[in-house]
């Protein structure tokens, strides 16, 4: 079975390993309709024999059923890799306005007893990477959320820490890029939503900040696979925010999309290479739900960057047309 070994990359200053494709497990979790468990755990078991080596969730997929699945996923397997988790803000304050308090949002004792409970779900003594699943530009001067960060080091129970930024603002992590206390960013990144590589990108390269990409397929819209009409499963959260204007929008703009590749192109495999040619983008993390879409992702490296012609023709799509009216995740409704 071919195994993806030479595409091993390492995160931030502790140089935690990782790969240039990864596994999001926020649909394995739940929220995305059904999902049966032996379907995900054979989908996770696939990564690892493929040679994924960087799997991404948090403890809001599911209440908890993502990092458990991960877990059971790793005994299976006999076979461990990195994992980054999150921690969700105190009564679901997503992208907090500036001004507000951390402490309101990331109290020290949330946090501590965040990193508990995913130590426990993800059983395991230490958690590779802790990353703040919103963040608010005013909080750059404040220090209490660093200072617990650091001791949960100190203590053994985490290897490294960062932000994971909101769906609409790239930016929101930038004060802190500069001040050098954190060096891994995960952040929404894909052809459809390109802020990132304007607002956030450029100074991530000059700061060594290492760059995740979550929804590099824009919620399953970068698969190529949804139709006029579609509708979502009444559990699946795309049901609320794909419909009607914004769904007709997107089916108009990923046929733009199509329009410039080979027919019977996968798209999917396009919008993962498209993150990839990003010289600022250290890893993507895709979600799957299925053994099939993990060999489709991890295909993907075997083909490279996008030509810089086609990379040169989606920036103008982005120029003229993508940039306004951008919504291809959740939104400020926050994940989980």
């Given at each position: 079975?071919?195994?993806?070994?030479?595409?091993?990359?390492?995160?931030g200053?502790?140089?935690?390993?990782?790969?240039?494709?990864?596994?999001?497990?926020?649909?394995?979790?739940?929220?995305?309709?059904?999902?049966?468990?032996?379907?995900?755990?054979?989908?996770?078991?696939?990564?690892?024999?493929?040679?994924?080596?960087?799997?991404?969730?948090?403890?809001?997929?599911?209440?908890?059923?993502?990092?458990?699945?991960?877990?059971?996923?790793?005994?299976?397997?006999?076979?461990?890799?990195?994992?980054?988790?999150?921690?969700?803000?105190?009564?679901?304050?997503?992208?907090?306005?500036?001004?507000?308090?951390?402490?309101?949002?990331?109290?020290?004792?949330?946090?501590?007893e965040?990193?508990?409970?995913?130590?426990r779900?993800?059983?395991?003594?230490?958690?590779d990477?802790?990353?703040f699943?919103?963040?608010?530009?005013?909080?750059?001067?404040?220090?209490?959320?660093?200072e617990?960060?650091?001791k949960?080091?100190?203590?053994?129970?985490?290897?490294?820490?960062?932000?994971?930024v909101?769906?609409?603002?790239?930016?929101?992590?930038?004060?802190?890029?500069?001040?050098?206390?954190?060096?891994?960013?995960?952040?929404?990144?894909?052809?459809?939503?390109?802020?990132?590589?304007?607002?956030?990108?450029?100074?991530?390269?000059?700061?060594?900040?290492?760059?995740?990409?979550?929804?590099?397929?824009?919620?399953?819209?970068?698969?190529?696979?949804?139709?006029?009409?579609?509708?979502?499963?009444?559990?699946?959260?795309?049901?609320?925010?794909?419909?009607?204007?914004?769904?007709?929008?997107?089916?108009?703009?990923?046929?733009?999309i199509?329009?410039?590749?080979?027919?019977?192109?996968?798209?999917?495999?396009?919008?993962?290479?498209?993150?990839?040619?990003?010289?600022?983008?250290?890893?993507?993390?895709?979600?799957?739900?299925?053994?099939?879409?993990?060999?489709?992702?991890?295909?993907?490296?075997?083909?490279?960057?996008?030509?810089?012609?086609?990379?040169?023709?989606?920036?103008?799509?982005?120029?003229?047309?993508?940039?306004?009216?951008?919504?291809?995740?959740?939104?400020?409704?926050?994940?989980?």
């Open positions: 079975m071919l195994r993806y070994e030479g595409a091993s990359v390492y995160l200053h502790a140089q935690i390993s990782a790969s240039r494709i990864g596994v999001g497990t926020w649909a394995i979790g739940g929220g995305w309709g059904p999902q049966p468990d032996n379907q995900s755990l054979n989908a996770l078991g696939k990564a690892l024999e493929l040679g994924s080596a960087v799997i991404d969730t948090a403890p809001l997929y599911g209440n908890g059923h993502a990092e458990r699945l991960i877990a059971q996923a790793f005994r299976s397997q006999g076979e461990k890799v990195t994992t980054l988790t999150k921690i969700y803000p105190l009564q679901y304050h997503w992208a907090p306005a500036p001004g507000t308090p951390i402490q309101t949002t990331f109290p020290a004792k949330h946090i501590f965040q990193a508990e409970a995913s130590l779900r993800l059983e395991t003594d230490c958690l990477c802790l990353l699943q919103t963040w608010c530009p005013s909080w750059a001067k404040e220090t209490e959320w660093y617990t960060m650091v949960l080091r100190e203590q053994g129970k985490i290897r490294s820490f960062g932000i994971s909101s769906d609409h603002r790239a930016y929101e992590a930038n004060e802190i890029i500069k001040s050098g206390l954190v060096d891994i960013i995960e952040t929404p990144y894909n052809i459809l939503d390109q802020r990132a590589a304007h607002h956030l990108f450029p100074l991530a390269v000059k700061h060594n900040v290492s760059i995740i990409a979550r929804s590099p397929l824009a919620s399953g819209a970068l698969t190529g696979k949804w139709y006029d009409e579609m509708k979502f499963h009444r559990t699946d959260w795309r049901r609320r925010v794909f419909r009607e204007k914004v769904l007709q929008r997107t089916l108009r703009r990923i046929s733009a199509k329009d410039l590749v080979e027919p019977g192109t996968n798209l999917a495999q396009v919008a993962i290479r498209f993150c990839l040619s990003h010289p600022a983008v250290t890893s993507v993390i895709p979600g799957v739900r299925s053994e099939a879409q993990v060999t489709c992702n991890l295909a993907a490296l075997e083909q490279g960057p996008l030509q810089q012609t086609l990379l040169h023709q989606i920036e103008r799509l982005w120029q003229e047309d993508f940039q306004y009216e951008v919504r291809t995740s959740v939104g400020e409704e926050g994940e989980g």
